[in-house]
């Protein structure tokens, strides 16, 4: 019970962010309760250090099944969503909050040396989330599954073409074809060339609507950036 005590209050010191100013101390920043930087940082070394026995049993039980496996991976990114990175501020955190006196405050209304202190406990948050999730993303168990992506050639060519189209793609000459994206693709997915490219190709410039395939994709991919954007 004890250590499951721990790694509940290590689990809340990711998932918070909160801040208390006090203009009296001289460490004026507390970050969950924690009075200076060297304290914060030890409260999560500790969390870790009694974590590791907990976790690297769920590893081994993960690398035996796939079902726990995604479940664990899901809660991690969802840990990982937590935390987004600004041009401006460095890391922050969807939960951040900061009072003073009890009263809330923004965090671009704060002195520059403030805000980089509290930077500084953003940043030791997200690399203690980093150092556990590499428990999991280096086991070997996990590593060594293989993955195959299902494509039809049409699907096939559909990416292709979203590929050239991104002007990502660069190649040898200055020039990349539609032909060349395919091939090279095929070749990276460990796909067949297909063998009716020219009239596959020419009855995908001929529809007038997307296909299934690609419907999917972008209905995916509002669904990624809506839950990203929050």
């Not at 940082?41 to 500790?46: A, E, F, G, K, T």
């Not at 609507?209 to 419907?215: H, R």
Request: hydrophobic share 40%; aromatic share 10%; charged share 25%.
């Amino acid at each position: 019970m004890e250590v499951l005590n721990l790694v509940l209050i290590y689990l809340q010191n990711l998932m918070h962010a909160d801040v208390t100013i006090h203009k009296e101390e001289t460490d004026q920043v507390w970050f969950n309760e924690a009075r200076s930087i060297s304290d914060f940082n030890s409260h999560l070394m500790i969390g870790e250090i009694m974590c590791t026995s907990f976790l690297a049993d769920w590893v081994e039980r993960a690398g035996k099944d796939p079902v726990l496996m995604k479940v664990i991976m899901e809660r991690f990114n969802q840990f990982n969503q937590l935390y987004r990175y600004d041009d401006n501020f460095g890391w922050t955190h969807r939960y951040l909050t900061i009072r003073e006196q009890g009263a809330l405050l923004a965090l671009n209304d704060l002195p520059a040396v403030t805000r980089e202190t509290i930077a500084r406990y953003l940043i030791l948050q997200h690399t203690s989330l980093e150092r556990q999730q590499k428990l999991f993303y280096c086991r070997e168990s996990f590593l060594k599954q293989e993955y195959k992506l299902r494509l039809t050639p049409t699907e096939l060519l559909e990416l292709s073409l979203s590929l050239l189209a991104s002007g990502k793609l660069e190649g040898d000459s200055k020039s990349v074809t539609q032909i060349g994206t395919v091939r090279f693709l095929a070749d990276c997915l460990g796909l067949d060339f297909p063998a009716n490219y020219d009239s596959l190709m020419y009855q995908l410039k001929e529809r007038e609507q997307l296909t299934k395939f690609m419907d999917e994709l972008r209905q995916s991919l509002i669904a990624y950036l809506r839950k990203k954007n929050g």
